[in-house]
Nanobody, 118 residues
Framework: QVQLVESGGGLVQPGGSVRLSCVGS????????MSWYRQAPEKEREFVAS????????NYPDSVKFRFTISRDNAKNTVYLQMNSLKPEDTAVYYC???????????WGQGTQVTVSS
C-alpha cells in the first residue's frame, strides 16, 4: 500500500532554514503529484507547495512563495521541501501528500513537526 514517511523537522531559529524529505513507497512515484501541507495548533490544514510528476511545474501560496522550494527526485522516490527565511508563523506539523494523476487517489504521511522559535 501507499506509504509516505516524512523527516527533517525540528527546532529552528527565526530566519533559519530546514529541509524536509518525504520518501514514498508502494506506488508508482512518478505518476503522482506530490504536495506539502501544514497544520498549526487549532488551525485548519493548509496547502504549502506542490510539484507535478516530472517536476516541471510547482505551485505555492503567497505566504511561502520565494521562501520555500519544493523539488523531487523520482529515482529516489523522494520529495523535498526547502524552507528558508523561516518565521514563527511557519511553526506547524508538515505533511506530505501524494495524489495519482490517473485516479485522484490521495494518501498522507504521518507528519513532521517544524518549530520556529528563538
Amino acid at each position: 500500500q501507499v506509504q509516505l514517511v516524512e523527516s527533517g523537522g525540528g527546532l529552528v531559529q527565526p530566519g533559519g532554514s530546514v529541509r524536509l524529505s518525504c520518501v514514498g513507497s508502494g506506488f508508482t512515484f512518478n505518476t503522482y503529484i506530490m504536495s506539502w501541507y501544514r497544520q498549526a495548533p487549532e488551525k485548519e490544514r493548509e496547502f504549502v507547495a506542490s510539484i507535478t510528476p516530472t517536476g516541471g511545474s510547482t505551485n505555492y501560496p503567497d505566504s511561502v512563495k520565494f521562501r520555500f522550494t519544493i523539488s523531487r527526485d523520482n529515482a529516489k522516490n523522494t520529495v523535498y521541501l526547502q524552507m528558508n527565511s523561516l518565521k514563527p508563523e511557519d511553526t506547524a506539523v508538515y505533511y506530505c501528500n501524494a495524489r495519482s494523476v490517473y485516479t485522484n487517489f490521495a494518501s498522507w504521511g504521518q507528519g513532521t513537526q517544524v518549530t520556529v522559535s528563538s
